[in-house]
């Protein structure tokens, strides 16, 4: 039998419900219960079962309600086709229309007086949907070296790069290879000999560097306070030496050390390189787990039930197309990206002219990894900005408006994704309930 989901209109209002269920093309029936009436509709495959004159006035009555419930049932066989149908979007205007008072308010094409009368025997669904634009996910060929560059050079304050503090007395094996890799991550690797020497303030990890035991001897109560500083400063720590002594790694452990890794045993060659492959995986996973973003356990309990069963069992292609459909009912213009370890890449989108093969923007970029690290949506731009320019360009156009939305999607290990959009430079509206939304959708596609 299906399980029934119930909520509270205070966390997702009739128009979202109804956006949200026709985007991801469900079926079922939904029952909207409010203080100035009640009212079932059937959704057949995204569409609106229109039903009579009088509850369609009730539906546009209730529309802006935000004190009652909600009661989905997924998966019923609605009206069997019976009727018209239409999507969110007009069924809303119609709605609204129908209340009569309210008329002229909100423009719709559907002719809601034959609409009323049954007169208009069926519309298509799918007309009010907006065509969707998928970008293959091919490796790219520019690791975007030159763009993160060039944005230093002209702009260095629009930079976001993680510091890590890097505590060695053998700096060389962070010269190379290991720091231009992380540098295209969005890490900048600050090098330190003596461990009474730095600071936790400005930095976001730590990592300690011993190639041999000898290195600590006699000063091993200065590394444990350096260790204890950035544990108690709530920054990571990894340390990488030798794991013969079972005293010391205990002292580590007791101290806080976030992960222990044995250094190689010789220098250089396929031990180093392996060395190099299981500490980026390291310290990328301790970053997603600080920047694990709030708005997960934000999300109504009640919401995240609704939008799971929508999407269970559904490809990751049909999830995102749903985001971007969302997303449409109240933008122009929107494109996906996903945040990867050397690029955030746009994967689909809508109204922009997107670039063949999928644009893409470097790690670091402050505009974005801002919104990557807060988990916070972030509404306006700066256009003229060296950031906005590089990711207007990743969808294909010279600039963006000012009034541009960035909208984080994300799971509890972090942000995994970004929502971008516009009207086409004119304000945007209250997109409180479509980033919860889309948070919470955006996590399933990578």
């Not at 060296?386 to 009034?403: C, F, M, N, W």
Request: charged letters at 20%; aromatic letters at 4%.
């Amino acid at each position: 039998m299906t399980r029934p989901l119930s909520g509270s209109l205070k966390h997702l209002t009739p128009p979202a419900l109804l956006r949200l269920i026709s985007a991801t093309g469900a079926t079922g029936s939904l029952e909207l219960v409010t203080d100035i009436g009640t009212v079932q509709l059937e959704i057949e495959q995204g569409g609106v079962v229109v039903p009579s004159g009088e509850d369609l006035s009730v539906v546009g009555r209730i529309l802006d309600r935000v004190e009652g419930a909600y009661r989905f049932v997924p998966g019923l066989p609605g009206s069997s086709g019976e009727g018209v149908t239409l999507d969110a979007s007009e069924f809303m205007s119609a709605a609204r229309e129908a209340c009569g008072p309210l008329r002229g308010g909100f423009a719709s094409e559907v002719d809601v007086d034959s609409l009323i009368a049954g007169e208009i025997l069926e519309m298509a669904v799918a007309a009010g949907r907006t065509d969707i634009h998928d970008l293959p996910a091919e490796p790219l060929e520019n690791p975007l070296d030159d763009l993160l560059s060039d944005l230093e050079a002209m702009a260095p304050e629009e930079l976001l790069l993680a510091q890590v503090c890097v505590v060695t007395v053998d700096p060389r094996p962070w010269k190379g290879v290991l720091d231009r890799e992380w540098r295209r991550r969005g890490w900048e690797v600050r090098l330190f000999g003596d461990p009474v020497d730095p600071e936790t303030s400005g930095f976001d990890f730590l990592v300690v560097h011993h190639q041999m035991s000898i290195t600590r001897v006699g000063s091993e109560e200065d590394w444990i306070d350096l260790v204890t500083r950035f544990v108690e400063a709530r920054i990571p720590v990894v340390w990488v030496g030798p794991m013969g002594d079972p005293m010391w790694v205990g002292r580590l452990v007791d101290v806080g050390v976030s992960f222990l890794l044995p250094a190689p045993q010789v220098e250089g060659g396929e031990s180093a390189h392996r060395l190099t492959g299981a500490l980026t995986t390291v310290v990328e996973r301790l970053f997603r787990q600080r920047n694990s973003i709030a708005s997960e356990s934000a999300t109504p309990s009640a919401v995240a039930d609704l939008v799971d069963t929508l999407v269970h069992g559904v490809e990751v292609e049909e999830i995102l197309g749903a985001l971007l459909q969302l997303a449409a009912t109240q933008l122009s213009r929107g494109a996906v990206f996903s945040v990867e370890g050397t690029a955030i890449r746009c994967r689909a989108g809508f109204g922009y002219p997107l670039v063949p093969g999928g644009g893409a923007v470097p790690r670091g970029v402050g505009l974005l990894e801002r919104v990557i690290r807060t988990g916070e949506t972030l509404t306006g731009i700066d256009p003229d900005g060296g950031g906005a320019g590089q990711l207007a360009r990743a969808l294909g156009s010279e600039t963006l408006p000012e009034a541009t939305v960035v909208i984080p999607l994300g799971t509890r290990s972090g942000v995994v994704g970004l929502m971008v959009g516009d009207l086409e430079g004119r304000d945007l509206p209250d997109l409180n309930e479509l980033s919860m939304l889309a948070g919470r959708l955006g996590g399933a596609f990578v």
